[in-house]
């Protein structure tokens, strides 16, 4: 489609702050030890990354202690081009967290779509945009523990111009905790043994060719790659520190800016850099 | 058809004859009135040999059916009702010509305009008025076409029976009607190109035309079978459309192409066939806006009448504004370049070209299978949750209302394993098989490279269902001159709405309403309406293929016989030859199929072309596996014929045959099993291999002689169409060696009536045959050499045998030998990676009893190849080697191609091939003559 562009070309990104909650989870408790102060540090590193150094208009929701999660932005919708699909994450307590988002999204003139009713069609459909890997040519939904085929069903009734093919997901909780995209044609991807059990069944059921960049760490796997406005192609990606061994394939992405960002508090709650934006493209298509 | 009848009476004769007389002597040379009288016999001899178990009636039986058990038989004669120009003697075939090209042709178009005048009342009266002109117009067109049309296509048919003309109505894909007149047993071809020639189409292989069946099924009508025999009681009206979209529209040479493609599309999605976002109909809308009212005009109010075209299923008046809002982004934009940027971004919606059917997967669930370019994709609900890509599937097979797939094993994984799916019904499996068998033609047996091999090209170019593949026909289209051709853009788009600009209601109509208007033949708007609630209601895509239509009265006990004796041969020889398999396949990942299963894992790694060496069955076997290729569709049309004469100089040295043939043979009979299970098709079952080209040529190769050639065949051989070539050589080789002893007087012995073929390569004095026998070649000479065959078969082994490869659907291999039976038989083998076609491979050749010392190859003293192109491509092939007596012989061998359509007289041509290579070498004998003809599937009876 006209809206068919390669991978990366964003203008814009949503995020939102870690709240005070950070660290207890959605439906209460008290989660892992996680250092709230570093976990704004570095969300404060990643918006810098963004706005500074890549250039994109960043739009920064504030943080709501209400809800612990709503920093995982990236969980609470899908989108594509002008499409944005609001999802319908697992958790019940998670889905409040649409609200601002849904807002924000509508001001930024995109088409703001939802899952549709809890009965009907898609009832009992759950999606999360961590489960969700868009190429630029076809969406990847990751079944998993937060994502069932009735939610990949809505995103492939929303984006029909692409083909939607789902994947198990192996080796992770989430698709994006073991892939992400590093490039327009290339896929970043971790190489344990469930990682690869996935990439097979994407490999299969794509009719595009990627190139495949395999890192031994799990966490290295979840990057954030753009294309800035400069036609400077960015990659943030976890700190030597998180991943030492992974930090020489990332080099050998060519003409590349790296920037490495650390994500380590988020990461301890099974987040991923990618999990805290939403990257929007509003330059004009047509 | 009476006249064959009358021969096979004939036959029968001659037939009951055989058996005692296969001693008998046959002049050195024979005369060629006797030969082609001899022929004729044949041919029909080949339905009587069948006969005592079958029913008596069936006098179609193709090829080698005379090889099929009663039972199978029956089915068939049931089942498929074969065109009968294939079937038509020889002789009549010849006479007709003349009486064609001389004066006949002018009677028959008198005839011919007597009766489009009569029907031509007939047809206007259900046509509206003011098609009259288009009518009239066609009418012209069809006069002209009249003589070429019969003259080829529809040569075996009696001419001077009263042509019995019907009209037929086409839509096209503007929604406008045409309309024309038909000989009734004109071919699907010929309406296609009546079709296509209005249109001014050249790109034609995109294109065909479908027309529904009795179960308001959409089919494909089959360019090379009547059309009254496949739309049967239906309707003569049929639909224009794309059949095989191409993969980049850009490439089109023609903007009249990409136009209709546009119109095409532009139907799907209005359809809802091809799904769409809301961005993606505004900016498709907005390209087809521009295309058809070029740039928009702030003074008008586009709007008012926006809502006339149709953009999206559910249209809405938002939608429209966003249409006219892109619009005017393209200002200056031409209606040619606005239809590539239509094309541009409609072939990337991930659903292009794609071809759905409903079906079931081993649990029970329900899903789509979606036949597309690349390959095979599992759908359920709109998830893609599996996708086999042509090159990881081995095999394609359909069995009763099952449809299955063989994968060839991943990286980590040591079988192969088959997926199947549960089609609704038989004949839905049936139309998916074929649809991916035509789309695997299509898209995939292509490489780039060989478009450097233009001589191989063409060979191929012209086998397919459709014609040609994808790359031939942008090869064919790139030699497209011509001054860029007037057409007018109708906006076909159009549907009265009511003025409130609601959506409407009834989407189908609109494209029958466009072009047709109120005035349309009411049937067609109904059937036209019936299909879109199919198409909507249960999102059917409605583009299949007729071609395997025919169906099955067989009972179910036959089918059970007959599917047993298949699985058993395909045991037996799966355990016979455990083999590497080529390595060449894209190391695309194995996943298991998610919701796929895998039924079956088969002990043998791959299915590997049998080296003859490993195989030993015997004859029996192959003798039962005959049958199967009966089962194959009959050849209507000869669209090329290789021809190969070797001539060969004879020392006096007679040795006996030594095992050389034997393993040949062997071979040979493998490859049978091979062929059984693809010929299947027209039965109950059906498989395709779809090995892609030049998987195994290496190592299937049977060789004994000249090396060389064979080598540099394989490299020149583009990977897939042409595989054939160099197999077949390499057979052939195998096959010299028997024949290059002298012809001894002997040889005649066969009976005269049995080969009349044979005769030629008898000796110098043969020669007179030669010229005399190609004209014969044509359609008729499967039949002749099949029935000689299958005396052949009757009183022995297998002498006659086919050979298939795995990578070919359709493919026949017969060879014929004089020698006796006792004597060795002969094999050639041969590989075709083709899909739609049929192959054979006719060999010809005298007989030498004694056998030289041929069972030892000789030592191989030159080899050369001369390729030379003049009328055809000839091939010559100088070998000499030194035989057991230390003489040397020479053997020549030409391989002479013949490419064409139906138009070329492929008789003359074969014969004055032949005649020049005699006369190019007077001192030489001519032993063998193997006509090998690759013709576009006849399709199996209705």
Same mark, same amino acid.
């Given at each position: ?16 702050g870690i709240p005070?909650?950070?660290?207890k ?73 649409? /609200?601002?988002?849904r ?24 999606? /999360?945009?961590?489960?969700v ?30 083909a ?16 992400s995209?590093?490039?327009?044609d ?38 954030v ?8 192609d ?53 | ?43 029909g ?73 009569e ?60 309309s ?16 296509c ?14 027309f ?5 099924? &959409?089919?494909?009508?089959d360019?090379n ?6 739309? &049967?009681?239906?309707?003569? %009206?049929f ?6 979209y ?19 599309? &532009?139907?799907?999605i209005?359809?809802?066939r091809l ?13 087809t806006?521009?295309?058809e009212?070029?740039?928009h005009?702030p ?52 659903m ?14 329900d ?17 893609r ?7 990881k ?14 994968? &060839? ?39 780039p ?18 014609g ?6 942008r ?17 076909s ?31 067609e ?21 007729n ?32 083999e590497?398999?080529?390595s ?20 043998v ?28 569709p ?58 892609p ?6 190592? %299937? ?8 050639? %064979? ?11 042409? $595989? ?8 052939e ?7 290059e ?17 044979a005769t ?35 009183e ?10 795995p ?36 060999t ?22 001369i390729?030379? $192109? ?47 290579a ?25």
């Amino acid at each position: 489609m006209a809206n068919i562009y390669p991978y990366g070309c964003f203008t814009h990104a949503v995020v939102r702050g870690i709240p005070e909650s950070f660290g207890k989870l959605a439906e209460g408790g008290e989660g892992l030890q996680t250092d709230l102060a570093k976990a704004q540090r570095q969300m404060g590193v990643l918006t810098g990354a963004l706005r500074q150094k890549v250039g994109l208009q960043l739009i920064e929701i504030p943080a709501v202690t209400e809800l612990p999660e709503s920093w995982r932005i990236e969980d609470v919708a899908v989108i594509q081009g002008d499409t944005a699909l609001i999802t319908r994450p697992l958790k019940q307590q998670r889905r409040t967290e649409a /609200e601002a988002v849904r807002r924000v999204l509508s001001e930024l003139k995109l088409t703001v779509l939802e899952m549709g009713d809890e009965e009907g069609r898609s009832a009992g459909a759950t999606l /999360e945009g961590s489960d969700v890997l868009f190429t630029g040519k076809e969406f990847f939904v990751g079944i998993s523990k937060h994502t069932n085929h009735r939610g990949a069903e809505v995103l492939a009734d929303t984006f029909k111009d692409f083909a939607v093919s789902t994947v198990p997901v192996c080796g992770g909780s989430r698709l994006k905790n073991i892939c992400s995209m590093g490039g327009p044609d290339t896929i970043i991807i971790s190489s344990s043994d469930g990682a690869k059990k996935t990439l097979r069944m994407m490999e299969q059921l794509t009719d595009h060719h990627y190139e495949i960049l395999s890192v031994p760490e799990d966490v290295a796997a979840n990057c954030v790659y753009i294309r800035g406005p400069a036609k400077v192609d960015f990659l943030l990606h976890p700190t030597a520190e998180e991943c030492p061994n992974s930090v020489p394939a990332f080099q050998r992405l060519t003409d590349y800016t790296l920037l490495p960002t650390a994500c380590s508090e988020a990461s301890k709650l099974g987040a991923a850099l990618s999990s805290l934006c939403l990257l929007i493209n509003k330059k004009p298509n047509y | 058809m009476t006249t064959e009848v009358g021969s096979d009476s004939d036959v029968k004769k001659d037939e009951e004859k055989t058996p005692g007389d296969q001693q008998q002597t046959d002049k050195p040379a024979e005369p060629p009135q006797e030969k082609s009288a001899s022929i004729e016999a044949e041919s029909g001899q080949e339905a009587c040999v069948s006969s005592p178990p079958a029913a008596g009636g069936q006098k179609k039986e193709k090829t080698i059916s005379r090889f099929l058990p009663p039972w199978l038989k029956r089915q068939k004669s049931q089942s498929q009702d074969k065109p009968s120009e294939s079937s038509a003697p020889e002789q009549e075939s010849v006479e007709l010509k003349e009486e064609q090209t001389d004066g006949g042709g002018a009677e028959q178009t008198e005839e011919k305009k007597e009766e489009e005048t009569e029907e031509k009342s007939v047809g206007s009266a259900d046509t509206q008025p003011v098609r009259e002109e288009k009518e009239d117009e066609s009418e012209l067109k069809e006069e002209e076409a009249v003589i070429p049309h019969e003259a080829s296509v529809l040569s075996g048919l009696k001419l001077n029976k009263k042509m019995k003309m019907v009209v037929c109505h086409v839509t096209l894909l503007d929604g406008s009607l045409f309309s024309c007149e038909l000989e009734k047993r004109a071919k699907g071809q010929y309406l296609f190109f009546q079709v296509c020639e209005h249109l001014n189409l050249l790109e034609k292989d995109y294109f065909g035309l479908s027309f529904k069946d009795n179960t308001e099924q &959409r089919c494909w009508l089959d360019p090379n079978k009547e059309i009254k025999r496949q739309i &049967r009681n239906s309707q003569w %009206q049929f639909t224009f459309s794309v059949k095989f979209y191409p993969l980049d529209p850009s490439q089109l040479t023609e903007d009249i192409t990409r136009y209709l493609l546009c119109l095409q599309l &532009r139907q799907d999605i209005a359809l809802g066939r091809l799904p769409c976002s809301f961005v993606t109909h505004a900016l498709l809308g907005s390209y087809t806006l521009q295309a058809e009212l070029g740039d928009h005009d702030p003074d008008e109010h586009r709007l008012d009448y926006i809502s006339d075209f149709q953009f999206a299923p559910n249209q809405t008046k938002e939608l429209e504004e966003k249409v006219v809002e892109l619009q005017k982004s393209h200002r200056g934009m031409t209606p040619a370049q606005s239809d590539a940027q239509f094309l541009e971004n409609a072939k990337k919606l991930s659903m292009y070209g794609v071809d759905l059917h409903h079906a079931k997967d081993s649990d029970g669930v329900d899903i789509m299978l979606g036949v597309c370019a690349n390959g095979l994709l599992i759908y359920k609900d709109r998830l893609r949750i599996n996708r086999f890509a042509w090159p990881k599937i081995l095999k394609i097979s359909y069995k009763r209302s099952n449809f299955y797939i063989k994968i &060839r094993p991943g990286e980590a994984e040591q079988f192969e394993s088959t997926v199947g799916f549960k089609l609704p019904n038989h004949r839905a499996a049936k139309r998916v098989w074929k649809v991916c068998v035509e789309h695997h033609t299509f898209f995939r047996l292509v490489s780039p490279e060989q478009s450097t091999k233009t001589k191989f090209l063409t060979l191929g170019s012209k086998f397919r269902y459709s014609g040609r593949t994808q790359a031939q026909t942008r090869q064919a289209s790139s030699l497209i001159d011509r001054p860029t051709p007037y057409f007018q853009r109708t906006s076909s788009k159009r549907l009265s709405r009511s003025l409130d600009g609601a959506p409407v209601v009834s989407v189908s109509d609109y494209s029958q309403a466009a072009g047709a208007g109120e005035n349309g033949p009411p049937l067609e708007l109904n059937s036209d309406s019936k299909s879109k609630l199919r198409v909507q209601g249960e999102n059917i895509y409605v583009r299949h293929s007729n071609l395997m239509l025919e169906d099955l009265d067989k009972t179910q006990e036959d089918v059970l016989k007959h599917q047993a004796s298949i699985s058993e041969l395909k045991r037996s020889f799966m355990e016979a030859t455990p083999e590497p398999r080529p390595s060449q396949w894209d190391k695309r990942l194995t996943g298991s199929p998610a919701t796929t299963l895998r039924m079956q894992t088969q002990g043998v790694p791959q299915e590997t072309p049998p080296r003859p060496e490993t195989d030993s069955r015997d004859a029996s076997k192959s003798a039962e596996v005959k049958p199967e290729v009966n089962g194959q569709p009959e050849v209507v049309e000869v669209v090329e014929e290789t021809v190969v004469i070797e001539e060969v100089i004879k020392p006096r040295s007679p040795a006996p045959e030594a095992s050389v043939p034997v393993e040949t043979e062997c071979a040979a009979e493998v490859k049978e099993e091979r062929s059984l299970s693809s010929d299947s098709d027209s039965e109950e079952e059906a498989e395709y291999h779809a090995q892609p080209p030049s998987t195994s040529i290496s190592i %299937q190769q049977i060789k004994e002689e000249p090396e060389e050639e %064979q080598e540099a065949e394989l490299t020149q051989a583009p990977p897939s169409v042409i $595989e054939s070539q160099p197999i077949t050589e390499a057979v052939e080789p195998a096959l010299s060696a028997e024949e290059e002893k002298p012809a001894e007087p002997h040889e005649d012995e066969h009976t005269d009536d049995r080969e009349p073929m044979a005769t030629p390569d008898e000796g110098p004095n043969g020669h007179a045959l030669h010229a005399e026998a190609p004209p014969t070649a044509e359609e008729e000479e499967p039949h002749i050499v099949n029935g000689s065959s299958s005396r052949v078969e009757a009183e022995h082994l297998p002498q006659v045998i086919c050979c298939l490869e795995p990578p070919v659907v359709k493919t026949e291999m017969v060879t014929i030998s004089d020698t006796f039976a006792a004597q060795k038989t002969e094999i050639s083998t041969k590989e075709v990676p083709i899909v739609h076609t049929e192959t054979k491979t006719i060999t010809y050749e005298a007989a030498q009893l004694d056998g030289n010392g041929d069972g030892e190859p000789g030592v191989l003293m030159t080899a050369q190849t001369i390729t030379s $192109e003049s009328l055809c491509t000839t091939t010559t092939t100088h070998i000499t080697k030194t035989l057991k007596g230390g003489l040397s012989e020479t053997r020549i061998e030409k391989r002479i191609v013949i490419t064409g359509d139906s138009d070329i007289d492929h008789d003359q041509a074969l014969a004055q091939a032949i005649k020049e290579a005699k006369e190019q070498h007077p001192d030489m004998s001519v032993t063998r003559v193997v006509v090998h003809k690759e013709t576009e599937l006849a399709e199996d009876k209705d």
